[in-house]
């Protein structure tokens, strides 16, 4: 069956003075807002309850988790019934690690990942690199969990698509930009990115924005299918006029022209976009991709005395 669901983001600039309180109690009041969507998971920023406090101080407020801020959020996750990105600055021993902890229906800790890529400013006041990209099984699919300035190391989010990602939720102290609808293009998974800043973004699996926090509203929302796909127009797009005519408005076939290629997502429950694609031998664009770099590799094996490629 189709699965859709909502997922929503919050843009957060902290309380007012910048206390630890304050800010979870900015974070509680944009949770109550955000849920009036009843959405399935909602992302905070990163480290939002220590907003606008100094980055040398953070290793004196961090916490164990659970702790009071997975708690607290814990909370508001289960009077709602949703599944929240809890970012915390979190304490191990003597270590102290940058963490996006998923937080379940039933406010309880579902997974922990720790950041990998901390910046250097981060190390310099004590904060350690966490050591792998995890992916975590929820109850309507795989979810990532990347923080800040792992938008720039490729890598995590090849990882992430490895680990079977369908949503990376990337929590961050700055908006991301281009290299975000790179990533989701790329891989072909929502983004969702939660700031403080202003433009908080939701990402299609084309990399286009499908909702954004503004000047107006604090939290964005967005209906996501998971069982969307993307195919590219070559040896596909004939089959658009016989698709149409037999679904009608029950499929979602959008041309994205300049990318030579075209989403479809099932709006019946009784059929899947696995069913249309093989009623219509649609093949995905990751698939075709698959299939030229085997062709072209094939045709790469040079016969005997057929030059390749020399040194200059």
Not at 124 to 146: H, N, S, Y
């Amino acid at each position: 069956m189709p699965r859709k669901i909502t997922v929503a983001t919050v843009s957060l600039r902290g309380g007012s003075p910048p206390t630890v309180e304050a800010n979870l109690a900015a974070a509680e009041r944009r949770l109550a807002h955000a849920a009036a969507v009843r959405p399935d998971i909602v992302c905070l920023p990163e480290v939002f309850s220590l907003l606008g406090i100094p980055a040398q101080d953070w290793p004196k407020a961090a916490e164990p988790v659970p702790g009071p801020t997975t708690e607290r959020i814990g909370a508001v996750a289960r009077r709602f019934g949703m599944y929240v990105v809890c970012p915390v600055m979190e304490r191990q021993g003597d270590r102290v690690l940058n963490a996006g902890v998923l937080l379940d229906r039933q406010g309880q800790v579902a997974g922990v990942y720790h950041k990998v890529h901390p910046t250097l400013h981060e190390m310099e006041v004590g904060v350690t690199p966490g050591t792998c990209t995890r992916v975590f099984t929820t109850d309507f699919g795989k979810v990532a969990i990347l923080i800040c300035f792992d938008a720039m190391f490729p890598a995590r989010w090849q990882e992430a698509k490895s680990l079977g990602a369908e949503i990376v939720f990337w929590a961050s102290a700055y908006e991301g930009g281009l290299p975000l609808q790179a990533r989701a293009c790329d891989y072909e998974y929502y983004v969702v990115a939660a700031t403080p800043l202003r433009y908080c973004q939701i990402l299609d699996i084309t990399g286009y924005p499908l909702a954004s926090t503004g000047y107006y509203t604090d939290v964005a929302w967005a209906r996501l299918d998971l069982e969307k796909r993307l195919f590219s127009t070559d040896c596909n797009m004939a089959q658009y006029p016989a698709i149409v005519a037999k679904y009608g408005q029950r499929v979602t076939f959008n041309v994205l022209s300049p990318e030579g290629a075209f989403t479809l997502e099932s709006n019946d429950p009784a059929v899947t976009v696995a069913d249309i694609a093989r009623e219509f031998k649609l093949e995905t664009q990751q698939d075709y991709f698959a299939r030229s770099t085997a062709r072209q590799d094939a045709a790469r094996r040079a016969p005997a005395g057929r030059p390749g490629c020399a040194a200059p």
